[in-house]
T-cell receptor, first 107, second 116 residues
């Protein structure tokens, strides 16, 4: 399958806490991308990590990639209510998305 | 720079009616995509166009047709709408020419379609 699977399906945390979500996949990849979708809106690209990278940072986002385990994680530090959204991973810029992780950040 | 625009934002159709969803991008991107998203689900690819003049089926093409009118515009047509096509439809574009190119996709705001 060319589709990543996000885990957990839903995550609820308090503002200021860190949020971690995971993406597992079965095929080999050249890169993996994370997207965010606010309720009722289109997806927004967050970060891309290539297969030869192990970790990447962008602001409060940290992405790791373990190609031996075929998994990636997205860490959002010091979460805010505005981070409430669904998060999706996409493989190789491929055209399929899993069901996502629904993150709720409580004020 | 408007990015990806979609019209209409909302539409209600009766079963059997037809309509065309419009999408345009002003980023000079080669690739364009149509997705549908059902409640609580991820996006499923309907059709895509890797470059002007080409279109290909995605995961769920049945009941839809597309036209890549020019590099900017990619339309999605429902010839005979069915209740199962009630969904939110997203258009997206990407700079790269192929599905595997490591470029991000830019999404439009979506069209909410209800078929009664």
């Amino acid at each position: 399958s060319q589709q990543g699977e996000e885990d957990p399906q839903a995550l609820s945390i308090q503002e200021g806490e860190n949020a971690t979500m995971n993406c597992s996949y079965k095929t080999s990849i050249n890169n993996l991308q994370w997207y965010r979708q606010n309720s009722g809106r289109g997806l927004v690209h967050l970060i891309l990590i290539r297969s030869n990278e192990r970790e990447k940072h962008s602001g409060r986002l940290r992405v790791t990639l373990d190609t031996s385990k075929k998994s990636s994680s997205l860490l959002i530090t010091a979460s805010r209510a505005a981070d409430t959204a669904s998060y999706f991973c996409a493989l190789n810029g491929q055209l399929t998305f899993g069901s996502g992780t629904q993150l709720t950040v409580l004020p | 720079n408007a990015g990806v625009t979609q019209t209409p934002k909302f539409q209600v159709l009766k079963t059997g009616q037809s309509m065309t969803l419009q999408c345009a991008q002003d980023m000079n991107h080669n690739s364009m995509y149509w997705y549908r998203q059902d409640p609580g689900m991820g996006l499923r690819l309907i059709y895509y166009s890797a470059s002007e003049g080409t279109t290909d089926k995605g995961e769920v093409p049945n009941g839809y047709n597309v036209s890549r009118l020019n590099k900017r515009e990619f339309s999605l047509r429902l010839e005979s709408a069915a209740p199962s096509q009630t969904s939110v439809y997203f258009c997206a574009s990407k700079r790269g020419g192929g599905g595997g190119a490591p470029h991000e996709q830019y999404f439009g705001p979506g069209t909410r379609l209800t078929v009664t």
